[in-house]
């Protein structure tokens, strides 16, 4: 794809957000930010990585779009695990997969921005566990938003496991994995680092407990059960292992669904495991959390009333164009 072409993607990214009406705006403008030659790409993807929207009261939203975040995303376009509709001509499809990740960013950004009060301004003073379940938050609402941006309904009491997932759902969450720039910015980050520190753990850590959060939350989504909330806690004793690391090698773990507590036991060295091991280590207990917050949710009539409702509560303050809302689930008019 040129990179012309790409920047078309983020237009039409934000005519489709836009068309929900967040923030209560439905008009848009895309911006491109300076940037200062002198400083390096890894410094940039430190300091200069984060785009902007601004909520302006004439029913405008612009978006501003930093050189980094461009460059290191156009760098990491990928064919996703997903095929082209038929007579869906290959540059259309792939031009539409970016669209639709850059749908997802957007939405995360708006949640910071319109239900958590985290602006460009702030950010830097959330962090922390503070900043971890901030994004957990947004990174699932992002889900729900992006599967209601293509006019899905997103349902949220469906405890009938028989069922399987919504295929077109599951088309739309399969396309949207097609980029690998969050991956390419923390090989960049890396090259500024020295000695190993404890920091390296947690960053690790952090970063399968968002992959487990965001697997589980496009699970759930696909089966009709689509959470509110949803978070992944690590623990457990940490202690320096050879060449200096700092490894938690009887990681313990707990996993949050619309409030309920479910534990995980024996994960291990889990920050260490080889990324193939780690993946179908999630994709197992992405299956084993869906199963038992199911059984719950077909158990429990309060919960299922409270998943339905907080979610309900939760879209209505982020986006404003007419929303049915029934026991079936989330439904855009």
Not at 22 to 31: A, E, R, S, T, Y
Not at 166 to 184: H, S
Request: with cysteine.
């Amino acid at each position: 794809m040129a990179p012309g072409a790409y920047w078309n993607c983020f237009d039409q990214a934000l005519k489709r957000m836009t068309s929900l009406r967040p923030g209560g705006q439905d008009h848009w403008v895309l911006n491109s930010s300076a940037h200062d030659s002198r400083v390096t790409s890894a410094q940039a993807a430190e300091d200069d990585f984060y785009s902007s929207f601004e909520y302006r009261g004439n029913g405008v939203i612009a978006y501003t779009l930093t050189k980094a975040f461009f460059r290191y995303s156009y760098r990491g376009l990928v064919t996703p695990p997903a095929a082209p509709r038929p007579k869906e001509r290959r540059s259309k499809f792939l031009q539409e997969c970016a669209a639709n990740y850059l749908i997802k960013n957007f939405w995360h950004n708006h949640v910071h921005e319109q239900l958590q009060e985290i602006t460009s301004c702030n950010y830097h003073k959330v962090r922390g566990e503070a900043r971890d379940l901030s994004d957990f938050e947004a990174d699932n609402l992002a889900t729900v938003l992006l599967a209601l941006s293509y006019g899905h309904t997103v349902g949220t009491d469906n405890s009938d496991q028989t069922a399987g997932a919504d295929a077109d759902i599951r088309e739309l969450f399969l396309r949207n994995r097609c980029n690998k720039v969050f991956a390419l910015r923390e090989k960049a980050r890396r090259l500024t680092k020295k000695k190993p520190t404890i920091d390296d753990l947690y960053d690790r850590e952090w970063v399968i407990r968002r992959m487990l959060a965001n697997e589980l939350s496009m699970y759930c989504v696909e089966r009709g059960r689509a959470l509110a909330s949803i978070s992944v806690y690590f623990y457990g004793d940490i202690c320096k292992a050879a060449g200096g690391r700092y490894e938690r090698p009887n990681a313990q773990g707990c996993v949050e669904m619309n409030s309920v507590r479910i534990p995980l036991d024996n994960l291990g060295n889990f920050a260490y495991l080889q990324r193939s091991r780690i993946k179908n280590a999630i994709k197992s207990y992405t299956t084993h959390l869906d199963n038992v917050y199911a059984e719950l949710l077909r158990s429990s009539t309060t919960l299922e009333t409270y998943a339905r409702k907080s979610l309900e509560a939760k879209v209505r303050r982020l986006i404003h164009c007419s929303l049915a809302a029934s026991k079936a689930g989330l439904r855009i008019k």
